[in-house]
């Protein structure tokens, strides 16, 4: 028999009577938009529907690749495998250069696959992996001609490697010749590259030689890279006509759009003959190139929707600058493969990247981008430098200036720092990310050691702000002797220029967000850096916001509680907590959809097409994974304030809760609102809430990925769902006390406390001492939901909170 | 007169309101609102404000 590949239902030769075997490549997140962002909304119908198309369209057999960072490969194959094998007809193709996602495919495929697929880049042993699984399962394999050395770009070097490739699969793992598809790789003739002018003629060439030097074997192309950078309505000419060449070369499939395939016998004689000159670097009459004669040829045809092409000396340059800007990632290996003939690594990263970059930065700080849009851009960032980085020197890696960044001791939020950790190393700099919770000795100790330029430190809690402003005096001490930035949401300006500045000898600077923090660094480096100052024009202020002229009234009547004492709620459905949800803060602030220099329109679509989508996928996912796991303990304690504390009690125990009070009028104090002994004594409530450990591990796993984005949004749900969990139980502990007949009517009315009473978050402003967690952990024992107390007081996992519930009508926020 | 949201909390600054916990009187423009006035309920500073329309 003939070698074949088969699905459910059918069998099919790979040799062709009219070659080649046509292998659809759109079910693949790496090369196709559409089915990308299918996967990642978990439109697995969708997905399917892609498939269903290209087989209708005369697919043979589909390509399936789901890899895509963040997204759990396997589970993604398995789902989309179990619904394509009975739906599809044709074969499909395992995409993935896991062995195990592919073991666990071959494992259910009911009939013959083929796995995509081998190479010889790490030396053979993902090969003898999966060369050991082809074998035991019967599947045929494609072969990529990639050796140490990376692509194979000659014939010579292509036909060497698919040899090597031939020995260890069929010498050492007894495959047959026929469960070979050798694909000898495709390189753009459209670049303007000089090195890649002959690049269609030496993958040509390399098809007829594996086909004569190793019998038996089959030869596969991914034909459309050949085209790369040219105009689309021009790539789709040259790409059929290419792949006619290859064909009678002696190819025998070919990975494509199947819907973009062109038969020869459409295409006219003359579009014929310009591709085929530059298929074959012919000279032409004129003295043009065979590539601008093309792209004259083409120009000349029309198509003005499309730009102008680039000229030869700036295509790659200008498409890997735009890649940068736009967030663009698609053939971004071969753009740099292409560049890398012509620079140097280094070169490619400062000459290209950096700017790149740097004007992304300057779009961001003019309005004109948004945070997310940055995200993407790093990403792109990344990746290029990841792919450069083997091919340079430990010396270019030396100079560059290098950062230390920690979120302070007793603060486990990381977000921020891990924003500037972002920025700045994705802009050229050497950052040392060295955590959350770190003391101020080891800041010290690291900074010595790597020899830092630069300490960037960050923290979400008032408590971090005042261990910024103490730890000062101690890096002055041990002369540390460099720049220190401060970020973080208790901060401002004025208490880094009043409170931390005059405290270190050298200059001390607040940056408001993780570009300030750029633009610090710049600062540096040109010998600008200086101290945040901060000039009022008003008397400086002797108050902060909150009520003013109050008299607490001692009068109000204390509720019915409905218990006494601890309980907790498990059995939450996400779904009862989505309507709490602050969307404003979620997009603008937390994601960083901010209005910008954007019309309000603009504004508008931007919510509909991107924002808005994002949020109701999270929020899917957060019931169905499910990401968000809502838990509660809670309680109602009897109570009495006695000066600035208020006494809780519990079981015959009294817990002592002290709490600050403002130094300026009203001068209030949390125990204000509470009845003394002499006037009756009262109650109080205290909740600790968490929506689990999961959804903080998974955008830790993004975020070590280079998922960016993906990071950022996940991490901004989690935080406001948190919050959302916070408002909901608050609300139902107001029923429970019979004091909820004021309910507010939109999100505004919760944040501006439109119903009676208030709660106090450990941590924040009116009771900035995480140090009552002690008492609060007594009282609600949250370790049975799964939350813990780190050595500071801080609750883990950090989509937690807890708060003081206080039912008096005059209670609201203020800040001591 | 426009109104302009925190992006950190939503509150949201009402010109026409003014803001009586930082003693800012009615019909006083976000534009005119003091350097170091913060937002009130999350205390943040006037650049975490969004034109809201």
Request: glycine share 8%.
């Amino acid at each position: 028999m003939k070698p074949s590949v088969s699905s459910l239902y059918q069998a099919i030769e790979i040799c062709q009577d009219i070659p080649p075997l046509l292998i659809g490549e759109r079910c693949n997140t790496n090369g196709s938009k559409q089915f990308r962002e299918m996967l990642l909304a978990d439109d697995f119908d969708g997905c399917l529907k892609v498939a269903l198309d290209q087989e209708a369209q005369g697919a043979q057999v589909l390509d399936i690749c789901t890899a895509y960072a963040g997204r759990d490969e396997k589970a993604d194959l398995i789902r989309l495998f179990k619904m394509l094998i009975p739906a599809v007809k044709i074969p499909l193709m395992i995409d993935s250069t896991q062995a195990d996602c592919v073991a666990a495919i071959l494992k259910l495929y009911p009939g013959r696959c083929i796995i995509n697929s081998i190479n010889l880049e790490d030396g053979g042993a993902n090969l003898h992996r999966i060369c050991t699984l082809a074998k035991k399962y019967g599947a045929a394999v494609i072969a990529l001609t990639i050796n140490k050395n990376g692509m194979a770009m000659t014939a010579d070097e292509k036909v060497e490697t698919a040899a090597q490739i031939y020995h260890l699969a069929v010498d050492e793992h007894g495959l047959r010749p026929g469960d070979l598809l050798f694909d000898p790789l495709t390189f753009t003739i459209g670049s303007g590259d000089e090195t890649l002018k002959d690049a269609a003629i030496q993958t040509l060439t390399a098809i007829r030689r594996i086909k004569t030097q190793l019998p038996g074997v089959h030869t596969l192309l991914g034909v459309s890279n050949i085209s790369f950078g040219l105009r689309p309505a021009a790539r789709k000419i040259l790409n059929s006509v290419f792949l006619h060449e290859a064909v009678e070369a002696g190819l025998d499939a070919a990975i494509i759009d199947i819907a973009k395939v062109i038969p020869l016998a459409q295409i006219g004689r003359q579009d014929r003959e310009v591709c085929l000159d530059l298929i074959y670097n012919r000279q032409s009459a004129t003295d043009k190139t065979p590539l601008l004669a093309f792209i004259d040829y083409f120009e000349a045809q029309g198509d003005q929707k499309q730009q102008v092409q680039e000229t030869r000396e700036t295509a790659s340059e200008k498409a890997m600058h735009q890649m940068i800007v736009k967030g663009n990632k698609d053939g971004l290996e071969d753009v740099l493969t292409i560049l890398l003939r012509r620079y140097g690594p280094l070169e490619i990263i400062n000459t290209i990247l950096v700017p790149a970059m740097r004007y992304v930065g300057e779009l961001f700080g003019r309005g004109e981008i948004l945070l997310p849009f940055v995200l993407q851009s790093a990403e792109v960032m990344k990746r290029s430098v990841a792919f450069l980085e083997p091919f340079m020197d430990k010396a270019d890696q030396s100079a560059r200036l290098k950062i230390l960044l920690a979120t302070v001791q007793g603060d486990v939020h990381d977000i921020g720092k891990n924003l500037v950790d972002i920025i700045l190393s994705n802009n050229g700099y050497r950052v040392y990310n060295l955590g959350i919770k770190v003391p101020a000795e080891t800041i010290i100790e690291k900074a010595r050691e790597y020899a830092v330029d630069i300490v960037g430190l960050s923290g979400l809690l008032v408590k971090s702000a005042i261990v910024m402003q103490e730890s000062m005096a101690q890096y002055r001490q041990a002369k540390l002797n460099v720049p220190i930035l401060l970020g973080g949401a208790a901060l401002t300006q004025k208490f880094v220029a009043e409170s931390c500045v005059p405290q270190y000898d050298q200059p001390v600077v607040y940056c408001r967000d993780a570009f300030a923090g750029l633009k610090a660094v710049r600062d540096f480096e040109q010998g600008k850096l200086t101290s945040t100052v901060f000039a009022s024009s008003a008397p400086k202020a002797v108050s902060a916001p909150g009520p003013k002229n109050i008299e607490i009234d001692p009068t109000n009547p204390v509720p019915a509680t409905p218990f006494l004492g601890q309980r907790s709620v498990t059995d939450i459905d996400p779904a009862r907590i989505y309507p709490y949800v602050n969307e404003q803060a979620l997009f603008r602030g937390r994601w960083g959809y901010r209005r910008g220099k954007t019309s309000a329109q603009e504004y508008q679509k931007l919510m509909q097409d991107t924002v808005i989508p994002i949020y109701e996928t999270l929020k899917k996912r957060g019931i169905e994974e499910p990401l968000i796991q809502p838990k509660v303990t809670y309680g109602y304690f009897k109570c009495y304030s006695q000066g600035n504390s208020l006494i809780v009690e519990d079981n015959g125990q009294q817990y002592e809760f002290r709490f600050p009070r403002q130094e300026f009028a009203p001068h209030l104090c949390i125990a204000d609102f509470y009845k003394s002994k002499d006037q009756g004594g009262d109650i109080t409530g205290f909740f600790v809430v968490t929506v689990g450990h999961r959804i903080g591990q998974m955008a830790k796993a993004l975020f070590e990925k280079d998922a960016y984005h993906d990071y950022l949004m996940l991490h901004g749900f989690g935080v406001e769902v948190t919050d959302a969990l916070a408002e909901y139980w608050h609300e139902v502990m107001r029923q429970e006390l019979g004091i909820a007949q004021q309910r507010p009517n939109d999100t505004i009315g919760f944040v501006t406390q439109q119903y009676q009473g208030s709660r106090y978050g450990f941590g924040y402003p009116s009771c900035p001492d995480l140090g009552a967690h002690e008492f609060v952990f007594k009282l609600l024992r949250p370790e049975a939901i799964g939350v813990t107390l780190t050595e500071n007081m801080e609750m883990v996992p950090e989509q937690t909170t807890s708060a003081i519930i206080a039912h008096h009508p005059q209670a609201k926020y203020f800040a001591v | 007169m426009k109104k302009y949201i925190c992006v950190n909390c939503g509150y949201i600054y009402d010109p026409e309101v003014g803001d009586p916990m930082s003693n800012i009187p009615p019909g006083t423009a976000f534009e005119d609102l003091p350097a170091d006035w913060t937002c009130p309920m999350c205390y943040l500073e006037k650049e975490s404000f969004d034109p809201l329309d």
